[in-house]
């Protein structure tokens, strides 16, 4: 699986949009973009995922640039509750062994 | 539905006890998983399985086993619990789009 890169922390107001970087610059054209976050203590969760056109969910909206290198994830109004580390990964979706390597992601913090 | 339920929450172990961490999913999902997150860290692959009666191994299965007798239930058993095991269990299962959907995790301690 192609390796990402996100910042380590980012803060965005709350109501605001926020918007959230990956970098994945080795991607191969059969490689899907996956957003989970982790709130503390808490089993992660799926976001959004997408191949190359951008995708829209009830949670947020995922933009991945036209020679996929890099996506964003935009979550459109943050809030308190949003606070998490978001995780961009990057994998062949069905494949048997799934070896789920979240790196360190990025730490958004929800200001009121 | 409920998605995917772990129980218990909570487990405080000693040293060579044993036990049985349960994981139960209603979305009807062949692929299950086990991880283990210890702190600050990323989620390490356990077992997983495929379907009903087909597990297999994933990056760090000893001292654990695994059975899928239904396609609902994916129990971890511990059989000689080792403080090395002290870590947080999440279980998962596989969607048609290849996410992946989390139980709330039990937070185990070996003593």
């Known amino acids: 699986d192609a390796k990402t890169t996100q910042p380590t922390s980012m803060d965005c107001a709350e109501g605001r949009a926020a918007n959230l970087p990956c970098n994945h610059s080795t991607i191969s054209g059969n490689e899907y973009v996956y957003w989970y976050r982790q709130i503390h203590s808490q089993g992660p969760q799926y976001i959004i995922h997408g191949l190359k056109n951008n995708e829209t969910n009830e949670m947020a909206s995922l933009i991945i640039t036209e020679d996929r290198k890099s996506s964003t994830l935009i979550l459109p109004h943050a809030t308190l509750r949003d606070t998490a580390v978001y995780y961009c990964?990057?994998?062949?979706?069905?494949?048997?062994?799934?070896?789920?390597?979240f790196g360190s992601g990025t730490k958004l913090n929800v200001k009121p | 539905n409920a998605g995917v339920t772990q129980t218990p929450k909570f487990r405080i172990l000693k040293i060579g006890q044993s036990m049985t961490l349960q994981c139960t999913q209603d979305m009807n999902h062949n692929y299950m998983y086990w991880y283990r997150q210890d702190p600050g860290m990323g989620l390490k692959l356990i077992y997983y399985s495929v379907g009903a009666g087909i597990t297999d191994k994933g990056e760090v299965p000893n001292g654990y086993n695994v059975s899928r007798s239904t396609t609902e239930d994916f129990p971890l058993r511990l059989e000689l619990a080792a403080p090395s095991q002290t870590s947080v269990y999440f279980c998962?299962?596989?969607?048609?789009?290849?996410?992946?959907?989390f139980g709330p995790g039990t937070r185990l301690t070996v003593t």
């Open positions: 998962a299962s596989r969607g048609q789009g290849g996410e992946q959907y």
């Open positions: 990964i990057v994998r062949v979706p069905l494949d048997n062994f799934n070896k789920f390597y």
